[in-house]
Structures are given as C-alpha cells and as structure tokens.
Nanobody, 117 residues
Framework: QVQLVESGGGLVQPGGSLRLSCAASGFTFSTSAMSWYRQAPGKERELVAGISRTGAFKNYADFVKGRFTISRDNAKNSVYLQMNSLISEDTALYYC??????????WGQGTQVTVSS
C-alpha cells in the first residue's frame, strides 16, 4: 500500500533552516508528482510546494517563494523540502502528499516544524 513517511522537523530559531524528507513506497514514485502541504493550528491545510515527476517543474506558494526549495531523488523514492529563513508563521505540521486520478490523495503522518526563539 501507499506509504509516505516524513522526517526532519523540529524546533528552530527564526532565521534558521530545516530540511524535511519524505520516503515513499507502495507506488511508482518516478511517475508521480509530489507535494508538500502544511497545517497550522486552527487553520486549513495549505499547499507549500509541488514538483513534477522528473523534477523539471516546481511550483511554490507565494509565502515561501525564495525561501523554500522542493527537490526529489527518484533513485531513493524520496522528496525533500529545504526551508531557509524560517519565520514564526512557518510553524505547522508539514505533510507529504501524492495524488492519483483514480485512487485519490495519500498523506503521511506529518512532521512538526516549530519556529521560535
């Protein structure tokens, strides 16, 4: 079955960096676009970044442009989110996502990112 396992979250000071990882299994990773979402307390889940199957195309939410970078390694069935210049508003639970036309969306369990001094 489809499994997405996120890691790399933690507590970081404002201005700091974190690199999130998502290990995928149970589907053909190299033919699937992948995304990162986040959900802060009391707010709806929102798209952070997406990446195409080969990594040639990437899209970002306006609030992370220039600070976050999404990447993938198809040989390792993994997708990453490099987060720089973190601010308190980036505090959230970050989720890895894959969507299929017929099977719908799959989510990992999330990894907590807390930005605080």
């Amino acid at each position: 079955q489809v499994q997405l396992v996120e890691s790399g979250g933690g507590l970081v000071q404002p201005g700091g960096s974190l690199r999130l990882s998502c290990a995928a299994s149970g589907f053909t990773f190299s033919t699937s676009a992948m995304s990162w979402y986040r959900q802060a307390p009391g707010k709806e889940r929102e798209l952070v970044a997406g990446i195409s199957r080969t990594g040639a195309f990437k899209n970002y939410a306006d609030f992370v442009k220039g600070r976050f970078t999404i990447s993938r390694d198809n040989a390792k069935n993994s997708v990453y989110l490099q987060m720089n210049s973190l601010i308190s508003e980036d505090t959230a639970l970050y989720y890895c996502n894959v969507g299929f036309t017929t099977r719908g969306d799959y989510w990992g369990q999330g990894t907590q990112v807390t930005v605080s001094s």
